[in-house]
């Protein structure tokens, strides 16, 4: 089994930054992809930034030169840094991890979340 934590959300002002982690534990081999998702309410799931394992990126137009995916491969851990942040970027952030387990086994885990509120 696989766990991912993730830490870091809060509060902060419009402006302001935060620094997402996420940590992934358990029967783990490799990760493949790991990537941040967030869910502002009443709304659906939405992609914001991902990362492979050699470190090639993409994120959602919404956050491009605001926000900066990271991996520490030795550690099993991503982050997420979101500077500049908007009231628009309020959500729960979930991370997500394709997991290698061995054996050519690969799934798909998600961590818990943590809640990001953006004040105006």
């Known amino acids: 089994q696989v766990q991912l934590v993730e830490s870091g959300g809060g509060l902060v002002q419009a402006g302001g930054s935060l620094r997402l982690s996420c940590a992934a534990s358990?029967?783990?081999?490799?990760?493949?992809?790991i990537a941040w998702y967030r869910q502002a309410p009443g709304k659906q799931r939405e992609l914001v930034a991902a990362?492979?394992?050699?470190?090639?990126?993409n994120y959602v137009d919404s956050v491009k030169g605001r926000f900066a995916i990271s991996r520490d491969n030795a550690k099993n851990t991503v982050f997420l840094q979101m500077n500049s942040l908007k009231p628009e970027d309020t959500a729960v952030y979930y991370c997500?991890?394709?997991?290698?387990?061995?054996?050519?086994?690969?799934?798909?885990?998600w961590g818990q979340g943590t809640q990001v509120t953006v004040s105006s």
């Open positions: 997500n991890a394709d997991v290698n387990t061995g054996w050519g086994i690969s799934n798909d885990y």
């Open positions: 358990g029967n783990i081999f490799s990760i493949n992809v």
């Open positions: 990362i492979t394992r050699g470190d090639s990126t």
